[in-house]
Every structure is written in C-alpha cells, then in structure tokens.
C-alpha cells in the first residue's frame, strides 16, 4: 500500500505543525485519504494509478487556548475596501455568521481579532470529506484540475486554506459552509490557475534573461468581490513566497482639477460629471505605471504604486498624496491588476448611442484605452455577472449595512443615482467582453467565471 505523508500548513516538508494566533494554539493530527472510493465513480485511468493508494494528511483536530479558554473580542466590522479595511459584514454574505461576527484586516500584513468565537467544540471533517468537497467545486473543469491532481496536491489546498482563514480571521473549526466554499471552490482553485500562468509565462524565456512579471487583469462589475478576491490571491502569493503587487484602474482616476476640467468640458453629460467612464482616468499616469512594474524584475528595484482618495473633496476624491503611495520592491513575480471596465473596447457609434447617447463621447475616450491598460495584460480573468442591475443591490446592501453600523452611507436613492452613471457602460461593453473577450487577449490565457446573485461561482 503506497502512502505519501503531506503536510497541511506548509508546502515544505515538516512533521508536526503548531502555529499561533490570538493566542489560540492549533494543534493537528493524522487522517488518511482512501482514493479507492474514485475506482467506480472516476475514469479508470485515475483508479488504475491510484489502486489502493492513500495520501496521509495532517489536519486541525482541536484547540486549546492556555490564556483565555473564552475569548471575546470588540465588535468590528467585515467588509474589505481598497485600503485594506473589512468595513461591512452584510456586503459579504459568505462572511456571515452566527458564530464569527465581525472582523477587520489593517492590511495584508496586519491580522486583527475576530468577535464572539463560538465555545462549542466543531465536528473536524475528515480528509476523505474534504476531499470530495473539493472535487465538487463548479470551477474545476474550466480550470483542467482532476481529482487525481487534486488528490497529489492535497496538502497545498489546506494550507491555502489555512493561510485564507488566518487573513479573514476565521477559526478553522468553525467555518461555515459557505466560508468553506469561498476558499475552496473559488480562491484557492483561482489561485492554482494563477500559478499555472505563471508557470507557463517563466517557461517563455530562457535561463539568466530578465523575466518581467506576469500582469493579471482581473475585469469585473462593481460589487462582486472582485477586490476581496485579489487581495487573498495576493496574500497566498506573498505566503508561498511570490513578490507581487496589486493596482487598480482606481488608482488612475485624474486629480479632482483634471476631474473639474473634464466636467466642464461636458457640460450636461451626467456619465462624465463624476469619476468612473472612460475619460475620468490619468492615462498618462497609467502608462508609466505599468510600464515600470513591468522593468521590476530585479533585486533592489524600488517603486511607488499610485493611490486615490475616495473621500477627498466631499466624496468627489482626489489623487492621495505620493508620500502616502505604498511602495513595492523588485523582483516581482506577479502583477494584479483590477477594475470595473477592464478589457472594454469601443464599439459602432449607432449600438452605443442606441444605448445612452451621452455614451457616444465616453466610447470615443475609449479608444485610448487599450495602450493604456490591456495592451500590458498578458492573462485574463473575466468575473461574469447574469444582469447588471446586480451592480445596484450589491451597492445598496452595502450602504444599508454602513448605516446600520453607525457609520455615513449613501441614501438609497443616492446609490440609484450613483449606479446609474455607469449602468449604459455595462449594458454597452458587457456582452462584447463576455462573448468575444478583452481586445488580443488568448482563450488558454483567460479565465471567465460566472458568479450568482450571492456572488457564488457556478
């Protein structure tokens, strides 16, 4: 009987793993996997190589924690925001629950507590479990992962994991359901995928060249965690030893003087008279932006990433201050790159202006964009949504859920009016990228994922 011993907390090899956090002690013990149960439900050739095969595995079987046996934390709130901070537990439904309250994140570095831990001991799943868990996930079969390469790997998906709930904060014996269906059938097989691209993009130069780092364009409407999702997949880069960095076409908006002189240009164009179509962004800005993340493959190689201030101005928002820009060092592996109208390209002057006709200067502005942005996006990941009116209950749910904690959030007929600046956009260029992709992109480079209501992938 063949038998591999894999560790759940760390792709390298050790034998035992304690780890540490908010002084509860993790401790873990053996469980086996019995591939044998795939002999009649999958293809032979997955039985034929695995016949009596077991993969032994650690995982978490209990806690104990020798300061406080009932910890409790102050309430904090639960939702991520560009800076860093989970300000809403009701905008991520997946967050919700009963026994794990709020939480907040200071950065990607920075863990905070958790509320409320539950005291009840949990039922620890076994590996088998898990495994099947897994394989049920709706994103495999797009992502080329079979149950025999889930089955090799096994100990990298728990220490994902591990890694995913210790950036949340959630207590690893106490994940829900949909929690545990976040992590593992989407961010972790995400990730995965994600490494393969890299992979695939180191294998395309030659031992000693300088090797530029892999851009990842992540487009996908506003609301539908698309920002949560970069920020663990650049946690798990940073936990397995990747330098990336992350940007967002945010992060190009024009100063509110460029933004000022825009609106007065358009005088009447409510697409125009705030930030966020086509011509709201510093274009120039992106170009030597993205152009020098591209050059940082060497050690030593220092740069400053640009940050906007939403709140700046009353909420019109203006370009942060550079002493407050964050700074990233060379080499880097991995650039990820987000926004709401990534991979959009213009369109015939009648489907636009038969959308909205205060679109007609909006496309026209979004010729520029391709040499801006997509031209340095070497990989795709496109988040597809049913309907964008889904775009205006996600918004709505997360301002009811600022107001219900205290904090200054938009009326509802305010987010009406907010969403409906870029409401034509969507409607204009969604179907396009959704059928066709982003302008030059590759079909073995691009990931579409289409997600529910709950922004579930199915």
């Known amino acids: 009987m063949g038998m591999a011993s894999l560790n759940i907390l760390s792709p390298f090899s050790m034998s035992t793993c304690l780890f540490n956090y908010n002084n509860t002690h993790y401790y873990n013990a053996n469980y086996s ?19 009596h ?9 209990f806690t104990t924690n020798k300061s406080n046996p009932s910890p409790k934390f102050s309430p904090m709130s639960s939702h991520l925001s560009k800076s ?37 001991p949990a039922q620890v799943s076994s590996v088998q479990d898990l495994f099947e868990f897994i394989c049920s996930g709706p994103l495999l079969g797009k992502l080329s992962l079979t149950p025999e390469r889930i089955a ?3 100990d990298k998906w728990i220490a994902y994991n591990s890694y995913l709930c210790r950036l949340f904060q959630l207590n690893e014996l106490y994940v829900t359901v ?97 930030r966020g179509n086509a011509g709201s962004h510093d274009l120039q800005l992106s170009v030597e932006t993205m152009t020098a993340l591209s050059k940082l493959n060497k050690e030593g190689l220092k740069m400053k990433l640009p940050r906007y201030d939403k709140s700046a101005y009353n909420g019109r928002g203006d370009r942060a201050d550079p002493s407050t820009w964050p700074e ?9 790159f987000e926004g709401w109208m990534l991979g959009f390209k213009p369109l015939p002057m009648e489907v636009v202006k038969s959308v909205d006709l205060q679109l007609e200067t909006v496309n026209k502005n979004l010729e520029a964009y391709y040499d801006a942005w997509d031209k340095f996006i070497k990989t795709w990941i496109v988040i597809k949504i049913k309907d964008p009116s889904c775009v205006y209950e996600w918004r709505l749910q997360a301002e009811i859920a600022m107001r ?22 969507y409607n204009a260029y969604l179907p396009t990228l959704y059928s066709e992709g982003p302008i ?7 990931l579409l994922i289409e997600i529910d209501e709950g922004r579930n992938p199915f």
Request: hydrophobic share 35%.
């Open 33 to 51: 996997l019995n591939l044998d149960y795939y002999n009649n439900a999958k293809p032979k050739s997955l039985s034929n190589h695995h016949h």
């Open 53 to 61: 095969h077991h993969l032994s595995l650690l995982s978490t079987l």
């Open 84 to 120: 860093g901070i989970v300000t809403s537990a009701s905008s991520c439904s997946w967050m919700q629950d009963n026994s794990m309250h709020q939480i907040q994140i200071a950065s990607a570095g920075n863990l905070c507590s958790c509320s409320a831990l539950p005291t009840k």
């Open 152 to 154: 090799e790997s096994i």
């Open 178 to 274: 949909p929690q545990k269906a976040r992590f593992y059938h989407y961010y972790i097989p995400v990730f995965i995928w994600c490494e393969d691209q890299i992979s695939q993009h180191m294998s395309e130069f030659k031992d000693g060249e300088d090797i530029p780092p892999l851009v990842i364009g992540f487009s996908a409407p506003q609301g539908c965690g698309k920002t949560t999702l970069v920020f663990a997949l650049d946690y798990l880069f940073q936990k397995t030893g990747r330098k990336s960095a992350t940007i967002s076409i945010d992060d190009f908006y024009l100063t509110a003087e460029g933004q000022a002189k825009v609106r007065e240009a358009n005088p009447g164009n409510a697409l125009l008279e705030l």
């Open 328 to 336: 990233v060092e060379g080499p880097l592996t991995v650039v990820l």
């Open 404 to 425: 219900e904690n205290g904090k200054p959030g938009m009326s509802d007929e305010e987010v009406k009016d907010f969403v409906s600046r870029y409401l034509p956009a």
């Open 440 to 446: 030059g992109s590759d079909p073995e480079h691009l």
